[in-house]
C-alpha cells in the first residue's frame, strides 16, 4: 500500500491564537511526509500547503498521531482565511484514508496518550524536543532546526506504526509502569468512520 506517514510544526501557541478552540489559526512553519513509496521525506512550508494537499490526494493511506483531530486542521487554516473554505478542506482532508493512531488507540484503551510515552519504551528512543521549542526556533527563524525535529517526529510515527503492523502489540508508559497494548492493525481499507467533523 502507498503510504504517507505525516507531521506538521505550527508558527503559534494554542495561546498566542486564543485557546485550543482556535487550532485552525496556529499557521503551519513546515509539514513533512515520509512516503513508501521512494522512502524518503518530503518538506513542504506554508507557502506549499496545496502542493502538500495533492500528495495527499495521490496515496492510498495517511498514517499519523492526532492528525485527524489538529494537523489537518492547522492545514486548513493555513490553505484559507474564511471560515467556509476552511470548513470545506478539513473535510475534504479528513475524509482521506487516514489512520490516526491517537483514535485507535484510544479505542482500545480508554485514554489519551503521547507519541513519545509510546515510542519510548516501544523503540528505545523518542521525540528530539518538544513543540515549545519548535515555536521558539520559529520566533529566531531557525527552519532548519524546525525541519530537522519534524524529521526525528515523522520517523517516530512511521516506526511505531510498522512495529505494531509487525508485532501486532505497543508498549506505553503509564502510571503504574510499562504497559502492553495489543493491536489489530493491518494495511487494508478501513470502514470508514467520520467523528467530529466540524472545525466549531
Known sequence: MHIVYFDLETKYSAEEVGGWSNIEDMGMSVG????????????????????????????????????IGFDHRVVAGSRYSTRQDRQRLYTELAEMNNFDMLIELKK??????????IARPTLGAGKSADGLQALEWYKEGKLDKIIEYCKDDVKVTRDVHQYALEKGELLYESYSGIKTVK???SLEKPKREIEQMSLF
Do not use: C, P
Not at 51 to 65: A, L, N, S, T
Not at 108 to 117: A, P, Q, T, V, Y
Open 32 to 67: 513533512i511526509l515520509w512516503d513508501t513509496e521512494d522512502s524518503k521525506f518530503h518538506i513542504y512550508l506554508e507557502d506549499d500547503a496545496q502542493k502538500m494537499i495533492d500528495h495527499f490526494k495521490r496515496v492510498e493511506m495517511i498514517v499519523g498521531f492526532n492528525h
Open 108 to 117: 482500545i484503551l480508554g485514554h489519551r496518550l503521547k507519541l513519545d510515552s
Open 183 to 185: 493491536v489489530e492493525w
